[in-house]
């Protein structure tokens, strides 16, 4: 079994993290990192549970849930900078990029995610993706994010495509909804993904 392209779909939004890139381990990692600096120790879950939101939400909810006290912006910037420097060690998706590579030019594509920016465009470069998918509506793009169906309301928009006739490739709960409430068809790519045990990377290998 894999993962196909509806027939009604005229234009295809690609979730990233977890969906494009297998990048989750790497998410994990650099948690752990700032938990080793800080003196806690980080639950993989967070991960799995707010997948689809932007990086500052996850900081506050470390910042709440271990009681550090530390800035959460300072927060957001070290896992960053950690996450970018790192970032060649990322690997594709093949099941969903694969897609991505059988309908360039067939039908508009873009990515609808929870990362920043400058997150979105590093992970597209670093997967060799950048020249596939030239539309990124980031957390940066909009004010409401996952579970709200603005992300990808905002790429249906920009691939002038009405949301019936998009077909969105998702791995997260939050993502999975926000494609529902925006109306569009949804794909769970995680029954045709063998992502292995990301949610214990002992080391990153580099």
Request: glycine share 8%; net charge negative; hydrophobic share 40%.
């Amino acid at each position: 079994m894999a993962i196909t392209v509806h027939p009604k779909a005229k234009a295809l939004i690609f979730d990233l993290d977890g969906t494009l890139s297998n990048s989750l381990p790497l998410h994990v990692y650099t948690w752990q990192q700032i938990g080793e600096k800080y003196g806690f120790e980080f639950d993989p879950q967070i991960v799995t549970d707010l997948t689809g939101r932007p990086t500052i939400e996850f900081a506050w909810h470390i910042i709440e849930r271990y009681g550090i006290e530390v800035d959460p912006e300072h927060l957001v910037k070290l896992k960053q900078e950690s996450f970018w420097e790192l970032a060649h060690l990322l690997e594709p998706v093949k099941e969903v990029t694969d897609i991505v590579k059988s309908y360039r030019g067939k039908l508009p594509m873009a990515v609808g995610t929870g990362a920043s920016r400058r997150s979105a465009e590093v992970q597209l470069e670093a997967l060799g993706l950048d020249k596939y998918i030239p539309l990124i509506v980031s957390a940066n793009d909009v004010t409401k994010h996952k579970p709200e169906p603005e992300t990808f309301l905002e790429c249906a928009r920009l691939m002038n495509t009405d949301p019936e006739f998009c077909q969105v490739f998702e791995d997260g709960a939050l993502g999975i909804e926000a494609g529902k409430r925006a109306g569009m068809i949804v794909t769970d790519v995680r029954p045709f993904i063998n992502y292995g045990d990301w949610m214990h990377p002992k080391t990153v290998q580099g």
